[in-house]
């Protein structure tokens, strides 16, 4: 059952450009690039000589950078 859920998530996955990447995030493209010479930050994928970002993996490396905020005691 968990195999059969990991191939459904994977073929409803959308995949990005580095452009389409550097829009959600808004992280310029020339760093994607660099992040991808140095395998950091968010993973991707090539296939052949085309790079994608896996849209879950997006959206995950955007929840792991945000910031938790405490309000002050009243």
């Given amino acids: 059952m968990i195999v059969s859920m990991l191939v ?6 959308q995949w990005l450009t580095d452009a389409q ?9 020339g760093t ?3 992040w ?3 395998k950091q ?14 849209e879950a993996e997006v ?3 955007l929840q792991s950078q945000g910031v938790e905020v405490q309000t002050a005691a009243q």
Avoid: H
Wanted: proline letters at 3%.
């Fill in 8 to 13: 459904l998530e994977r073929m409803t996955n």
């Fill in 21 to 29: 990447c550097s829009s959600k995030t808004g992280i310029p493209t």
């Fill in 32 to 34: 994607l690039r660099d």
């Fill in 36 to 38: 991808q010479f140095k």
């Fill in 41 to 54: 930050n968010i993973c991707f994928s090539r296939i052949g000589r085309l790079v994608r970002y896996s």
């Fill in 59 to 61: 959206e995950a490396y």
